[in-house]
T-cell receptor
Framework: EAGVAQSPRYKIIEKRQSVAFWCNPI?????LYWYQQILGQGPKLLIQ????????DSQLPKDRFSAERLKGVDSTLKIQPAKLEDSAVYLC??????????????FGPGTRLLVL | SQQGEEDPQALSIQEGENATMNCSYK?????LQWYRQNSGRGLVHLIL?????REKHSGRLRVTLDTSKKSSSLLITASRAADTASYFC???????????FGTGTRLTVIP
């Protein structure tokens, strides 16, 4: 089966610009996750969708970050305006049921963002 | 703060040797998972161990869980150069349905 797809793979922007990332999960997976991974750290959950509804966005900086999952399939994550500290790898993952603590999450290759 | 913390932060061994990584966590959990991340790539799920299990095997991997000490270990036997990667433990919290990743152990296997 095809894996989780993400684009772009790399993005360089200047601070205060906006940027968007796209994710296509594995077909049939109900749950989609966006993680932020800062260099040298583990991934941190930003937002979790179950179909097209938000399950958890408690760690999403909502003043600048937004995400949507229209039609319960693809998802986009947007940062507007970007700050230097947003430089990180943004990982998308999906799972079949959405029981994150009981099942495997499948990760995409990530988008590496550099904010100058 | 993140739930899990791995130890050591970095480990370098010769091919064929065993590698042991440890994970400590802070609160009660339902399950603990281990993931591998090759440089520049996404994470790959390795193994899940439930809170009522003490040991689990998968190929060359052996995971133990000690809930009384709030710790887990990942043992990779007969390491290969292809095992070079970062290894993360991920825990949940009782009553929560998301994962918290540790800071990872960077393993280098020298051919």
């Amino acid at each position: 089966e095809a894996g989780v797809a993400q684009s772009p793979r790399y993005k360089i922007i200047e601070k205060r610009q906006s940027v968007a990332f796209w994710c296509n999960p594995i077909s049939g997976h109900a749950t989609l996750y966006w993680y932020q991974q800062i260099l040298g750290q583990g991934p941190k959950l930003l937002i979790q969708f179950q179909n097209n509804g938000v399950v958890d966005d408690s760690q999403l900086p909502k003043d600048r970050f937004s995400a949507e999952r229209l039609k319960g399939v693809d998802s986009t994550l947007k940062i507007q305006p970007a700050k230097l500290e947003d430089s990180a790898v943004y990982l998308c993952a999906s799972s079949y049921h959405g029981l994150a603590n009981q099942e495997t999450q499948y990760f995409g290759p990530g988008t590496r963002l550099l904010v100058l | 703060s993140q739930q899990g913390e791995e130890d050591p932060q970095a480990l370098s061994i010769q091919e064929g040797e065993n590698a042991t990584m440890n994970c400590s966590y802070k609160t009660s959990i339902n399950n603990l998972q281990w993931y591998r991340q090759n440089s520049g790539r996404g994470l790959v799920h390795l193994i899940l161990i439930r809170s009522n299990e003490r040991e689990k095997h998968s190929g060359r991997l052996r995971v133990t869980l000690d809930t009384s000490k709030k710790s887990s270990s990942l043992l990779i036997t007969a390491s290969r150069a292809a095992d070079t990667a970062s290894y993360f433990c991920a825990t949940d919290k009782t009553g929560a349905n998301n994962l918290f990743f540790g800071t990872g152990t960077r393993l280098t296997v020298i051919p």
